[in-house]
């Protein structure tokens, strides 16, 4: 009981390093996943299932039966352009669905909760880095349903004692170094994965949006952070929060802004291949740039980025998409 996890979202592309690193830190893992964007590939053998979707309250309960003393929270959808076309599927499911694990949980005697939320959470940016005390004021409705789920989670630590983490990510990039993690994600919305597609030559080109934001090179700049770094910090949240009894909201970022101009070409250099990309419009709600800073993470967890050096974002996913490409 006392080291054991639910995983709910554990076959997801984030959800499977959290498992992975939740493993080899010793903890009884159980995955819950109804498959939607998991894939079976990320499964462990290692690791429990319990197939279920959070948008039916009896299929956590009777997940939670197991006796769990925490539970990690990545289940969401999460393509902002999708969440501003069809608020209601990301209402239902993202914030919804976070009630009946909230209420689940407390129903269960889990009191300890790590959740997946996003830098999504602050709109555009008023000052530069980013930390935990700049305002909130999400400018897409992904952002707005992880800001709601952090409100749930505020007041359920008052009214019930439930203690959690809310980590509040920059943009997840990456794949296992040693390769462990074997799913793809299916249609990837993110810069890293379409570059890798145009490298593999499954997707035409890149279209980078924008070329005269006032940045150095004039394309949007981010802070990417490892996946693997980020699972690191689910291990010493949750651990944190179940020793000291109290919850924390922390920022996880790499601290290194990089333009898609820079992304492109590291990913030419690494892959060996052309890529071709294309300037066009920018997209509607990007901001020109967007990096944190983790020194509360940092001082919190003695947690630092220690695989989100560009090199390794874009070895590490090519990696997994160098295959695609090939006829063999
Ligand atoms: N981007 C791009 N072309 C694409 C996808 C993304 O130029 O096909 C840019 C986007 O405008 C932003 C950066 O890449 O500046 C990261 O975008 P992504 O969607 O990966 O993450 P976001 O920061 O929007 O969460």
Redesign the pocket.
């Known amino acids: 009981m006392k080291n054991n996890v639910l995983v709910i979202g554990g076959a997801g592309y984030i959800g499977s390093h959290v498992v992975l690193a939740l493993l080899k830190s010793g903890y009884g893992v159980t995955v819950f996943d109804n498959f939607s964007t998991g894939r079976r590939e990320n499964l462990f053998p290692e690791a429990g299932l319990m197939e279920g979707d959070i948008r039916r309250y009896g299929d956590l309960t009777a997940a939670m039966k197991g006796g769990f003393h925490a539970l990690v929270h990545l289940a969401a959808f999460k393509a ?1 352009g999708e969440s501003m076309l069809d608020p209601g599927k990301y209402a239902e499911n993202n914030i919804s669905g976070t009630v009946n694990i909230l209420n689940a949980a407390v129903a269960s005697g889990v009191h300890n909760v790590v959740f997946s939320s996003s830098a ?1 959470v602050y709109g555009e940016p008023h000052y530069l880095p980013v930390d935990e005390d700049h305002p909130v004021n999400p400018e897409n409705f992904y952002g707005f349903t992880k800001l709601e789920i952090e409100r749930l989670l505020f007041w359920y630590d008052k009214l019930k004692g439930l203690r959690y983490a809310a980590l509040r990510y920059f ?1 997840a990039s990456g794949y296992d170094p040693e390769g462990r993690i074997k799913g793809l994600e299916q249609n990837p ?4 994965p ?1 570059i890798m597609e145009a490298a593999a030559g499954i997707r035409e080109k ?5 070329n005269d934001y006032a940045t150095e090179d004039g ?4 802070d990417y952070i490892h996946v693997s770094d980020l699972a690191d910090a689910h291990v010493r949240a949750l651990a944190h929060i179940a020793a000291k009894d109290e919850s924390l909201l922390l920022n996880l970022g790499s601290e290194t802004g990089t333009s ?1 101009l820079v ?1 492109l070409e590291t990913a030419r250099r690494i892959t060996g291949r052309p890529i071709p990309a294309e300037f066009t419009a ?2 509607a709600g ?1 901001p020109a740039k ?1 990096v944190g800073t983790s020194a509360r993470a940092e001082k919190v967890l003695g947690w630092k980025a220690r695989h989100s050096g560009v090199e390794s974002l874009v070895a590490t996913t090519w990696r997994m998409y160098e295959r695609l490409g090939r006829s063999d």
């Open positions: 902002v999504a943009n919305q993110n810069l890293l379409i890149l279209m980078i949006f924008g394309t949007g700049v981010r898609v992304m920018r997209r990007d967007l």
